[in-house]
């Protein structure tokens, strides 16, 4: 269920930016970018973690005497959140939209500036029914709130795009947390105790989670962080224009391969918790769990580089034809953060907040210490290169930081396939930008074709591949 509902988000999601590319053309595209980057920096800041740590604390209580009273401080602390960030950007209202400081949201009315106050108080009430729906185990009921979330949530979007531009930017950015909150609420109810706690037993049961959720929103704030400051950057010296194909690219390279990690991680981490006390079975897993997304991930990411300008006019238009090199040296970083995913996961199952966040840390440095010089040289082509080299750095301090947690080492048959998805990566690429090459679809093809029938043999488990997809959708 959990396949399906990934896949209508993306369906969805790319008939919605099609549409507001079309009708709001690349400008709009890269305000949209900076109130979406806003959105998810807040939701950082405010909702502490609490959608991942109350995942692991639900799920670890779901069987003793204590679990009603973990699902029902979850709930409550998170509506106590949502009303601190409510009250807290609406006191920063006047300053984000007549102050001084106007100009950092790219000059936005007080309409947008109010809608995002809005979805962001949203966002963060939604975190606790969908991290108690994820950490009981119903991943029906989280995958139903999702695609109602993202149907419905585009269908306002479209309503609204004619009644003004404004409008449409407004409800894009409100609408779909708004329903998800809706139904998770709604799917919540019947696993919560019906009883309301007081402050001191409130404070017992969540204080826990955030402190656990520090390091997960800390990385998470930072990445987001990071990802404001490029897009401003950007702004100020290429152009909101080019603000706009880096969010393309952007959309493309981390939400449309990211439905498949997401939809992964429902499942896997709460499995490997499970077992993170056994370093033998929690290595063990983490190497299968690599083998499994390497097989599934790295077609995806080979195909769509030659169907990069394809993707890019079919989801945006034919406007944002300048997202397609960066698009492409995104996706070979993509090949590099496929098996960090994995690595990522292995360190909040063992509770190692300060290795993980270092590790983000790390990322989020080298992104944006090689992007601004990069984005000088060479344009929005140096973003690509910057995102690649991140993510290497990235690879290379998670595996240090899992072999000091649990003894991790990577399989020789996971560190080959990585060579070779690199391989094969940089070989796409070298055929695409010989266009005249005589052959090069079937050669593109011939790459994917390969990889594929080489990771079912590599890791030997084509029946567990196909049974696992089964379980997935």
């Not at 604390?57 to 998170?78: C, H, K, M, N, P």
């Not at 033998?280 to 080979?302: D, F, K, R, W």
């Not at 169907?307 to 890019?312: G, T």
Request: proline share 3%.
């Amino acid at each position: 269920m959990m396949g399906i509902s990934s896949v209508v988000t993306v369906l969805t999601s790319a008939a919605r930016y099609k549409f507001l590319a079309l009708h709001l053309g690349v400008e709009g595209i890269g305000r949209l970018g900076v109130l979406l980057t806003a959105l998810t920096l807040c939701v950082t800041l405010f909702s502490v973690g609490i959608g991942s740590s109350g995942i692991r604390y639900v799920a670890a209580s779901a069987e003793d005497s204590s679990g009603a009273t973990t699902r029902a401080a979850l709930i409550q602390g998170s509506r106590w959140l949502a009303l601190l960030s409510l009250g807290g950007c609406l006191l920063l209202l006047p300053f984000a939209t007549f102050g001084d400081y106007s100009d950092l949201l790219g000059g936005l009315s007080a309409g947008l500036t109010l809608s995002l106050v809005v979805a962001i108080a949203v966002s963060v009430a939604s975190s606790g029914p969908l991290a108690l729906l994820n950490g009981m185990g119903r991943l029906q009921e989280l995958a139903k709130a999702n695609i109602f979330g993202a149907i419905l949530g585009s269908a306002l979007t479209v309503l609204a795009v004619f009644v003004s531009p404004q409008a449409a930017l407004a409800t894009a950015v409100v609408s779909v947390p708004a329903v998800i909150l809706l139904f998770a609420s709604w799917y919540a109810r019947p696993f919560q105790s019906g009883h309301r706690l007081n402050r001191d037993a409130l404070w017992q049961r969540f204080r826990p989670m955030l402190v656990f959720g520090l390091a997960f929103s800390g990385s998470m704030l930072l990445a987001s962080l990071v990802q404001l400051v490029l897009r401003l950057l950007i702004t100020r010296d290429l152009g909101i224009e080019a603000t706009g194909h880096y969010q393309a690219a952007w959309t493309v390279a981390n939400v449309y391969l990211g439905f498949v990690l997401t939809a992964l991680a429902a499942e896997f981490y709460p499995r490997i918790s499970a077992v993170a006390q056994d370093h033998v079975e929690l290595n063990a897993q983490v190497n299968a769990q690599a083998g499994i997304i390497l097989t599934i991930g790295v077609p995806a990411v080979l195909a769509m580089m030659p169907a990069a300008p394809l993707l890019i006019s079919l989801l945006y238009s034919a406007d944002f034809t300048e997202a397609v090199p960066l698009l492409r040296w995104q996706l070979l970083g993509d090949i590099l953060k496929l098996m960090g995913w994995s690595l990522g996961f292995l360190m909040l199952a063992k509770e190692a907040k300060r290795v993980y966040f270092l590790s983000e840390l790390i990322w989020n440095a080298v992104f944006l210490m090689t992007a601004l010089p990069m984005v000088k040289w060479f344009g929005l082509k140096g973003l690509g290169a910057a995102y690649g080299c991140a993510y290497a750095a990235y690879l290379i301090a998670t595996l240090l930081f899992a072999r000091r947690v649990s003894g991790y080492v990577i399989s020789r048959r996971v560190l080959l396939a990585v060579v070779l998805a690199l391989i094969a990566g940089v070989l796409m690429e070298m055929t695409i930008m010989r266009p005249a090459m005589i052959g090069g679809n079937a050669i593109e093809a011939a790459i994917i074709l390969s990889w594929i029938v080489f990771s079912l043999y590599h890791f030997k488990f084509n029946s567990h591949i196909i049974h696992y997809v089964r379980r997935w959708i």
